[in-house]
């Protein structure tokens, strides 16, 4: 982050979304107090950003420079804390810019995980309804279908037209999606239309491994676990992993399959009060549920 006013200048290097670098950010804040906070960057930049916007009572403009979740639009800043990773409550930012050119230019890690944070949106709807029937969770049925619409109005358009994944109509359509999932997160007031049991596993996955991988990919491999859970035919969803070269097994992640299991088990408790599947199923449903979802 540089900041200048009146020929001086400094510089504030923002790597990590801990609580150092938001006091760093806060503190560039309070100096310059501008009417108009704008954040550029990934996905670690634009939370902090978003978060110290809303702690100063600033409106937040955000452009991303790639398209790896629906955090962009969301009213959600996921920092570190000294309890750990925490999501936070923010105000949606008031704008998103998002230049194509730029994005194209991103590594193809970066595609894949926001599709794979697009695609986890049909399983984290499928949770909702099952804690509105178990639990009696209200759903807010607008947020639930911009939801499914925003995942499915992208799938179509990838399976119909059969585009690369750096076309310039297909970034479009996955910015168009993950802004959508972020506005439904809004209206639903909480980040239910769009994480479900597939982000819990996730959760796991990152206090299990040394070194987490992308979260929109773990989110969109443990996808199709969650839907074989639920005895849906996952074989479409399969090819299409295959032909835009989505990991379809933790090994492709790099993720050994007992470090994965471990993360299925320890799932619920990452968060005790979002009711999922995985509240539901036994031991012995989970590793059938493998073998069908990973051939494993």
């Not at 923010?90 to 810019?97: L, V």
């Not at 999932?181 to 040394?210: F, Q, V, W, Y």
């Amino acid at each position: 982050m540089q900041r200048s006013i009146e020929g001086d200048s400094s510089r504030v290097d923002v790597e990590n979304n801990d609580i150092q670098s938001i006091k760093e950010v806060e503190n560039v804040i309070k100096i310059f107090e501008p009417s108009l906070v704008i954040g550029t960057g990934g996905g670690k930049v634009l939370d902090i950003t978003k978060f110290c916007a809303y702690k100063l009572n600033k409106p937040f403009l955000a452009l991303p420079t790639v398209l790896s979740n629906d955090g962009i639009s969301s009213p959600v800043s996921v920092v570190q804390t000294e309890h750990g990773v925490s999501s936070i409550g923010t105000n949606p930012p008031i704008g998103i810019i998002v230049d194509i050119d730029i994005i194209r230019k991103s590594p193809k890690s970066t595609i894949l995980a926001g599709i794979g944070d697009l695609i986890s949106n049909f399983s984290a709807i499928e949770d909702w309804n099952l804690a509105s029937k178990h639990v009696g969770e209200k759903i807010d049925k607008f947020a639930e279908i911009l939801s499914r619409n925003s995942v499915e109005g992208f799938m179509q358009y990838l399976i119909r037209n059969g585009s690369s994944l750096l076309d310039e109509h297909t970034l479009i359509s996955l910015a168009e999606g993950l802004i959508q999932s972020g506005i439904a997160m809004s209206l639903a007031g909480s980040s239910r239309p769009c994480s479900g049991s597939e982000h819990l596993i996730s959760h796991a996955l990152d206090k299990l491994l040394n070194h987490a991988k992308p979260h929109g990919l773990q989110v969109g491999l443990a996808t199709l676990f969650t839907h074989t859970l639920r005895k849906r035919d996952i074989s479409d969803l399969t090819a299409l992993y295959r032909r835009i070269d989505f990991p379809d097994t933790p090994e492709d992640l790099g993720i050994q399959m007992s470090t994965f299991m471990d993360a299925i088990r320890n799932a619920p408790a990452t968060r005790k009060d979002r009711f999922t599947i995985l509240n539901l199923v036994s031991d012995k449903e989970i590793k059938e549920a493998i073998k069908i979802a990973y051939g494993r």
